[in-house]
């Protein structure tokens, strides 16, 4: 279970006694006007109408820090109904692509919509609760849902936090060594870079058990709920990650991590990390689990 993560909606002290919403409106609100930041997706749509016989709205439509269609269903306390309803959305979603692209297009440009992730569409049902049956469903299913908590703490703060996660286009992430995609043939250096490489996606997958990874062409992003990591393919001499912790709160280190604060690059993250050997890759961890902690 990943830990809770407490967002301050205004200013003020925090009450220690949690609770739910007066109704499910006060959260998809909250949360739509914070999605970037609570959930690190786009929001582009509330209350969407779908064409089809049976009609429904979506609560929330978004794209995620990869480019994957978001679906966002809230429920104020717990509801067992929340997973099959989202999942009846996306197989709406899934056979009418061009809605969807028609949509961000209109939101974020014609880039964005030509560069939708559609091998790895999401699912985030945001409840009170949910119970055990609930997470077993999510586990059976072939596709990426999230099934996240939430919690008000008096009037000035509100918490989330993932129950399960699961990813829908492999099983989950084995902690093994293997060759990243995009990696040179095993040969001399760049064998040694490739090698490196693979280690680094066994530490970052080995954080914690919601992690899971999104293969784009230029990057493997590693997420909880929201990317932490970014893993460029291997470079000649070196390997590139991209983390989402704070450079001004890092020790930076001249050859091993450089504050891109503003400077374009593949993937997400302001933290860059520069990795040559293996002690590198041993000196960063502390600035990975950072990261994964602000997640």
């Known amino acids: 279970m990943v830990g809770l993560k407490l967002f301050n909606t205004q200013s003020g002290v925090t009450e220690v006694v949690p609770r739910l919403a007066e109704v499910e409106e006060d959260v998809q609100d909250l949360v739509e006007a914070h999605m970037e930041k609570m959930l690190g997706v786009t929001f582009l749509a509330s209350e969407y109408v779908i064409d089809c016989l049976d009609g429904g709205r979506i609560d929330s439509l978004g794209l995620d820090e990869n480019g994957a269609p978001v679906i966002v269903e809230y429920k104020r306390g717990t509801d067992a109904g929340v997973i099959n309803q989202g999942l009846y959305y996306m197989a709406w979603l899934t056979n009418h692509k061009d809605a969807f692209r028609s949509l961000v297009r ?11 992730l559609w091998s790895a569409p999401r699912l985030i049902c945001v409840a009170g609760d949910f119970t055990r ?9 072939r596709r990426s849902i999230d099934l996240v908590r939430y919690r008000y703490f008096g009037s000035d703060h509100f918490g989330l936090e993932t129950v399960a996660s699961v990813t829908g ?42 992690v899971t990874r999104v293969q784009r062409k230029q990057y493997l992003a590693y997420q909880r709920l929201r990317n932490f990591a970014c893993l460029i393919p291997p470079q000649q001499t070196k390997v590139l990650v991209y983390l989402k912790a704070d450079p001004t709160a890092a020790d930076l280190a001249p050859g091993l991590t450089r504050d891109v604060t503003g400077l374009g690059h593949h993937g997400t993250g302001d933290l860059e990390v520069q990795l040559r050997t293996e002690r590198d890759l041993e000196r960063a961890q502390d600035l990975f689990r950072l990261s994964y902690a602000a997640a």
């Not at 209109?106 to 939708?116: C, F, H």
């Not at 095993?186 to 058990?209: P, S």
């Open 106 to 116: 209109d939101r974020l440009g014609v880039t964005a919509a030509s560069q939708i």
């Open 133 to 141: 049956y609930d997470v077993h469903a999510v586990r059976e299913h």
């Open 169 to 210: 286009h492999s099983a989950r992430a084995k902690r093994v060594r293997r060759r990243v995609a995009g990696a040179s043939p095993v040969r001399h250096q760049g064998g040694a870079i490739a090698e490196l490489a693979a280690a680094v996606d066994e530490v970052l997958v080995g954080l914690g058990d919601g």
